[in-house]
């Protein structure tokens, strides 16, 4: 949410878990938060349903992932709240799921930030997708999605082309800093 806002994106909405939403909205009080109804062990419960998609009404673009987690009613949350919106969305870590991508109403417009690791969840194998042949065809077999993979290369991928970005280093691989870029190319896609 931090980088969003400081990507330059003008009204910013934040969605997250009722026992946790007033102390994040006390430390980046510029951006609208909704608290959402919670599961039983804290992941956000799917009668938020609703309240999501007030949230996303008139939204430029949607991020997702970063902090979700892995609960079946969370990721079912998720799906549902896809499915409804049609506008561009950046889809990152605990949401990168071959179930999500499938919830996508327009793939065309989705940016996937996966790692290695997550790209070969998504791709249901033991390996990820290598070469750009492969990382093209991953592309085009989920609907056209866009994706940056990535690595000590980064990747950024589409149906079409594979692009590599030689700059970056060692200090942009450390925890965190994927949200940060999922941050930053959510705004940019705001």
């Given amino acids: 949410t931090k980088a969003a806002a400081r990507s330059g994106v003008g009204l910013l909405t934040a969605c997250g878990p009722e026992s946790v939403t007033p102390s994040f909205s006390a430390a980046l009080p510029e951006a609208m938060w909704a608290a959402l109804p919670e599961t039983e062990t804290g992941g956000l419960a799917l009668e938020g349903r609703g309240q999501v998609l007030a949230a996303v009404e008139g939204a430029s673009a949607l991020v997702a992932g970063p902090g979700l987690g892995a609960e079946r009613e969370t990721l079912l949350l998720l799906e549902e709240v896809l499915r409804a ?106």
């Fill in 85 to 190: 919106f049609d506008g561009p969305v950046l889809l990152d870590a605990d949401a990168l799921r071959p179930e999500i991508i499938k919830s996508l109403a327009r793939p065309e417009l989705a940016i996937l930030t996966p790692h290695l690791g997550e790209l070969a969840r998504l791709a249901g194998a033991d390996d990820s997708p290598e070469g750009a042949d492969a990382l093209k065809a991953f592309c085009r077999e989920n609907g056209g999605v866009t994706m940056i993979l990535k690595g000590p290369l980064s990747s950024v991928c589409d149906p079409e082309r594979v692009l590599i970005n030689y700059r970056g280093g060692p200090v942009l691989a450390r925890g965190g800093s994927g949200d940060l870029l999922a941050g930053i190319v959510g705004g940019l896609l705001a």
